[in-house]
């Protein structure tokens, strides 16, 4: 495999796991780590050809749907996979509206991780996936995971605890534009994002 992969994770042990299993299953490749989604932006922006980013989304400082959402623009190409302690249905759609591929659990299997590896660099996930240690769980009752790059950032505010008001300032939009936004973002989650108060 050409390109390269780069692991954002705070936690030491799982950081090594990770870099481990990148190693043991594509050995042409050296992953890049970083402790931080800042430190991983830093690292992206030296970084070429990068194909595969595993993203921890509860990092400290950016995190979350706002780390998913900057490392989409920054790499557009680039398999991200949200590898996640939590199993919130909520954080997972909230992942996967930001540009995650796959969210998956730190709970699933070490083949299970494998495997998902392999098939995100082959192209073979087509759609956004939400993998638990149960098993892959259907998104597909759910409404079009696909949102604007604007509708992205207003998730993104909405998530940190952001009003109408406060986003419509910070973006230069009209407050009722908001309130559309988010509630069509709402209306595609499972489990509704919690309107910020107005």
Known sequence: MSG????????PLFRAALIHLVQETLPDVEPVAAN?????????AAMKD??????????PGINGAEAIAAFSRACPSAGLVAVSASEDRRDAMAALHAG???????????????????????????KPEWITPHGTN??????SLVLTPRQRE????????????EIGLRLGLAEITVKMSSRACSMRMASPVSMAAS
Do not use: C, M, Y
């Open 4 to 11: 390269s992969v780069l692991i954002i994770e705070d936690h």
């Open 36 to 44: 931080s989604a800042e430190a991983g932006l830093r690292q992206v």
């Open 50 to 59: 990068v194909r595969l980013i595993l993203l921890d989304p509860g990092l």
């Open 100 to 126: 995650a591929r796959i969210f998956v659990s730190k709970a699933v299997s070490t083949d299970a991780l494998r495997n998902l590896l392999r098939r995100v660099l082959a192209g073979e996930v087509d």
């Open 138 to 143: 259907s998104l597909e009752d759910e409404p």
């Open 154 to 165: 207003i998730l993104s505010l909405l998530t940190q605890g952001h009003s109408n008001k």
